[in-house]
Every structure is written in C-alpha cells, then in structure tokens.
C-alpha cells in the first residue's frame, strides 16, 4: 500500500479520517504510525495529498492535508482481455490497474470456460482495482465492462472503439506482422485465452478493423504478457 484511499466522504471536515479495518491494520502493523508521521493519501476519483497524523484509536485515524500532489498519468489503452480463470483475473485486474490501463474490458471466447463466469472474483472487481490503485498511489479506477458473448462484441461494440488514431491490435503468435514498438498514440490492445484466440475469432476480428500482430512464436501466459505487450507499446526509450 503506497496511498491510502478514502472516499469524498471521509474527506468533507478539516480532519480526514481513515476507517477501513484492512487499512487500519496495515498501518498500524506494517507501517507502524505514530501521530505527528505524514502520510500519503488518495481521494477516489480526485487528487493526491501529503498529511500529517493527527490522532490515532483503535477505530480510526485522523489527518489534516497539508499539500496537494499530482496524479499518474494513465497509459491511453483499453485493454480487451478474454476472461481468464477465476486465480488468474485477481491478478490480471490489479496488475493492469497499478500499470495504469484506463478501460479493461472481459470478453468471452472459444476457449473460456463458460463456468468462469459464476467465479464470486467477479463480484469482487472493485476491491481489486482498489489494490491496484494503492499499488500504484493512483486514485483514478479504469472502466470496467464485461462481454459475455463475443460475435456481437467484436460486430457491434468493437468498431466504435477503433478509429484512425487509435488502432486496435490483437496478440496472435502466427500473424505476420510484428507487434508496434514505442507508439505515439492511444490503441486498443486485444488479448485472447492462454490457448488462443481460435481462427475464427482472429479472422473476425481483423474482418472488423483490428491489426494481429505478433510477439513471437511463444505462447505466453496471460498474466505475463499483458505487461509485456503494455511495456512495450508504451516504452519511453
């Protein structure tokens, strides 16, 4: 936890207060406060802050900010990934988060188990962007949308994301062209199940306006190559 995040009504007196039991306990036991410490802390959907501890109990902390801090900037790419298994997307939701994706989209494919979407971490996606936010000292969470059919998307939704200045690319390990380095520009990034995209969903995808392109012939795991693809889009050397 690099920031602690409160909501706007924690913050509505002079003296913010931290309440939440998993950030009480994890400051008092790792952080280990004391009054007079300053603190980093993050309104949801709003500014950064350096405070100062002013009062501490065993229900509550109390803070007064002292000065306004400036918020990450968010790498310009919604990120379409078809939905992984239940283990895999608490992972996949925090990591894209603290790498500072602005909209993640969960798509059905061929290949997804269609029991993946009874899994209970669904429900629990805003805790998840709330770890990948104090992860990152963030206070912006990205758009969360999900797709539980993939023909309609990819015919209906999809297009209306892609437009001359903002491409789509989809990972395929067998496309010809290689994927973009170091872009100037927002993109759609489109990541298929650890088996892959069938050939049917490829081609219909690039039938709708996206560009498959490649890393290599390693299958890489979801989790690894989401920031690896990120990375190497947005590289800034």
């Known amino acids: 936890m690099n ?3 409160l909501d706007h009504r924690q913050t509505q007196s002079d003296l913010w207060t931290i309440s ?5 306990e994890h400051l008092q036991q790792h952080v280990q406060i004391q009054v007079g410490d300053t603190l980093k802390v993050g309104v949801l959907e709003g500014q950064r802050y350096l405070t100062e501890i002013v009062e501490i109990s065993e229900k509550a902390v109390r803070l007064k900010p002292l000065q306004e801090d400036a918020v990450p900037k968010k790498l310009p790419v919604t990120l379409i990934v078809a939905l992984p298994r239940p283990k895999v997307l608490r992972r996949l939701i ?7 994706v602005e909209k993640i989209i969960l798509l059905h494919s061929y290949r997804v188990d269609k029991s993946y979407w009874q899994t209970p971490f669904l429900q629990q996606l805003n805790h998840y962007i709330e770890l990948g936010l104090e ?5 912006i969470a990205p758009k969360i949308e999900l797709y539980k059919r993939f023909k309609p998307f990819v015919e ?6 892609i437009t001359a200045d903002r491409p789509a690319y989809v990972a395929h ?4 062209q290689s994927m973009p380095f ?3 520009h927002p993109c759609t990034m489109i990541i298929g199940p650890e088996g892959g995209f069938i ?8 039938k709708n306006g996206c560009q498959a392109v490649s890393l290599g012939n390693r299958i890489l795991r979801t989790e690894t190559v989401i920031p690896y693809v990120l990375g190497r889009l947005f590289s800034t050397s």
């Open 3 to 5: 920031i602690v995040l």
């Open 135 to 139: 992860q990152a000292g963030d206070t």
């Open 182 to 184: 170091a872009i100037p």
């Open 199 to 206: 050939p049917y969903e490829v081609d219909l995808l690039v």
């Open 94 to 100: 925090m990591d894209s988060v603290t790498l500072g």
């Open 156 to 161: 209906d939704i999809l297009p209306g994301l």
């Open 20 to 24: 939440a039991k998993r950030q009480l």
């Open 173 to 176: 390990p067998y496309a010809e």
